[in-house]
């Protein structure tokens, strides 16, 4: 027989503390954030599963457009679209192991990015620092394992593992992100007026701590705190392994960390937009 408690009607109290601990009101001030500081934002975008063929949901797709300088480079589209899981870990989310050079690496996968003309002539040439060392991952961020932090209960020890919720979130945003390159390859494909370079970023917020880990040959790790820093997530999909960065934010440093990021998305496009072909800017 159930007892009498389980069935009484929870204070609203209670039910706050419930979605605090769960990670919705999370979500909600992120979006909240993020719409009040001009970003478009969709809320739950749907996708199919690659795997099971069923429908899951991520937790939001933001983006930056700059309606200021817009007249500064008409024809001319660079953005980042930033595909964000959110997570209210309890205790610290930890990255270790600096990611260590191998030739074998999937580099050519680490930038997520889609171009108009689909050649990406004339200008790919122009903005190669751009694409390939700003937006490539530097090397004092870049970590290639992750750990999550519980205790079984208040006494006992801490426990790190790769905890199934989070490794699931992380493997949605490398699909998701891969199927939208994809998407937008080829409905982009035949399009020769707008020149784009539109970027697909995947995001793990954090609404706790993040901890990364720096090593010297023969001593002991150290740890230390972050706002941001970035994993290299590796996958494999029906064709071949994937390689996916996925910056690892915290929620109070979240609007600090996209903000430079379109500022110099609007730079780029208006050095963009002096190149193009004057009789394509008349058209």
């Known amino acids: 027989m159930r007892d009498p408690k389980d069935m009484r009607e929870p204070d609203l109290g209670e039910i706050g503390q419930c979605l605090a601990r769960s990670g919705y009101f999370m979500e909600s001030r992120i979006i909240t954030e993020l719409t009040g500081a001009g970003f478009f934002v969709e809320a739950s975008p749907s996708f199919r599963d690659p795997r099971t063929g069923k429908s899951r949901e991520l937790d939001l797709i933001a983006e930056y457009f700059d309606f200021d300088s817009w007249d500064l480079h008409r024809g001319v589209s660079v953005k980042t679209n930033f595909v964000v899981e959110a997570v209210n870990n309890r205790f610290p989310f930890v990255l270790v192991t600096p990611n260590p050079y191998s030739p074998n690496a999937n580099a050519e996968d680490y930038v997520k990015a889609v171009f108009s003309p689909s050649e990406g002539t004339p200008f790919l040439s122009a903005i190669s620092d751009f694409l390939f060392t700003e937006r490539s991952p530097a090397d004092a961020t870049l970590f290639c394992q992750f750990a999550e932090l519980t205790r079984k209960n208040a006494s006992s020890d801490l426990m790190a593992s790769h905890g199934d919720g989070t490794y699931q979130s992380l493997l949605?945003?490398?699909?998701?992100?891969?199927?939208?390159?994809?998407?937008?390859?080829?409905?982009?494909?035949?399009?020769?007026?707008?020149?784009?370079?539109?970027?697909?970023?995947?995001?793990?917020?954090?609404?706790?701590?993040?901890?990364?880990?720096?090593?010297?040959?023969?001593?002991?790790?150290?740890?230390?705190?972050?706002?941001?820093?970035?994993?290299?997530?590796?996958?494999?999909?029906?064709?071949?392994?994937?390689?996916?960065?996925?910056?690892?934010?915290?929620?109070?440093?979240?609007?600090?960390?996209?903000?430079?990021?379109?500022?110099?998305?609007?730079?780029?496009?208006?050095?963009?937009?002096?190149?193009?072909?004057?009789?394509?800017?008349?058209?």
């Open 172 to 283: 949605k945003l490398s699909e998701f992100v891969e199927d939208k390159v994809r998407l937008y390859e080829e409905a982009f494909s035949g399009d020769t007026d707008i020149w784009r370079v539109h970027f697909w970023r995947p995001m793990l917020v954090l609404g706790g701590a993040l901890v990364t880990s720096s090593q010297r040959p023969g001593e002991e790790p150290e740890l230390q705190y972050a706002d941001f820093a970035q994993l290299l997530f590796n996958w494999h999909d029906d064709q071949r392994p994937r390689s996916t960065i996925i910056d690892i934010v915290t929620e109070a440093h979240l609007l600090n960390h996209v903000q430079p990021i379109c500022r110099r998305d609007t730079e780029v496009a208006i050095e963009l937009f002096e190149l193009k072909p004057k009789e394509e800017l008349a058209g």
